[in-house]
């Protein structure tokens, strides 16, 4: 998917306009138009504001990653990576714990 495209699909669901995009990025909405047809490239530095302005990580914007992690999931990882590991463990067990639980529910819903 282009960076246009992800802009796009991120500000509709954010249900920003162009031009609310643009006013966050002290721009107009005619570039935010052609970012979105991929007319034109943001330099990195714009890419970071959108990113930051749409709450979707950079990585995702510019198609590095097809994870889409809102900002709060990826706060919630950074803080993760600076406990202990005998921390970081338990809370990878409940996790995972979680995760099978909830695909077991999906399957035996089926």
Do not use: H
């Not at 802009?7 to 935010?32: F, H, N, W, Y």
């Not at 749409?54 to 990653?65: A, K, M, R, Y």
């Amino acid at each position: 998917m282009s960076f246009g495209k992800r802009l796009t699909d991120a500000r509709k669901k954010k249900g920003l306009s162009q031009e609310d995009v643009a006013l966050a990025l002290g721009t107009k909405a005619p570039v935010i138009g052609r970012y979105e047809r991929d007319e034109m490239k943001p330099s990195i530095e714009a890419a970071a504001k959108i990113a930051d302005v749409l709450e979707v990580s950079l990585d995702w914007i510019v198609g590095n990653t097809d994870a889409e992690l809102d900002k709060d999931t990826l706060k919630r990882i950074l803080e993760l990576q600076k406990l202990p590991k005998d921390i970081r463990e338990k809370l990878y067990y409940f996790i995972d714990m979680s995760i099978r639980d909830f695909k077991a529910k999906q399957a035996y819903a089926s």
